[in-house]
């Protein structure tokens, strides 16, 4: 098997990062190289917990998107509380002479990535 798990004082650290975020106003991106939402990837690549670390997430209104990885396809999608799960393609498979890779614009009401290649360019607005 491969993946992986979050635990229990790695849960308790990320709520307490959110807590602390959420009491000074802040916006998070949370970055995990296992993905962390089902519609965004094949779920053989999901961390195993997922939805454990998206109980913790869903508790705070400050995250607005979650960046991971290991899906080499890449993926997107958006889930019932408004984050956006971005899934960035893996340079590891791109065809010879293409590349994958991006840098993203950070505003205060969304998040630009401006994908090269094979990585898609996506806007991610959410409420500010």
């Not at 990837?41 to 979650?66: S, T």
Request: charged share 20%; net charge negative.
């Amino acid at each position: 098997m491969y993946n992986g798990a979050v635990g229990k004082e790695q849960l308790e650290w990320l709520d307490g990062v959110l807590k602390d975020s959420t009491d000074k106003g802040q916006k998070v991106i949370v970055c995990c190289h296992l993905p962390l939402d089902p519609n965004a990837v094949n779920p053989d690549c999901l961390l195993w917990n997922y939805e454990e670390v998206m109980e913790v997430i869903h508790r705070f209104r400050c995250v607005k998107a979650c960046f991971g990885g290991h899906d080499h396809a890449g993926g997107y999608s958006v889930d019932v509380h408004g984050i956006h799960h971005c899934v960035l393609e893996a340079a590891l498979e791109c065809p010879p002479g293409t590349d994958a890779f991006g840098y993203v614009d950070v505003y205060n009401d969304k998040l630009v990535l401006h994908g090269t290649n094979r990585m898609a360019s996506i806007e991610m607005a959410f409420e500010p």
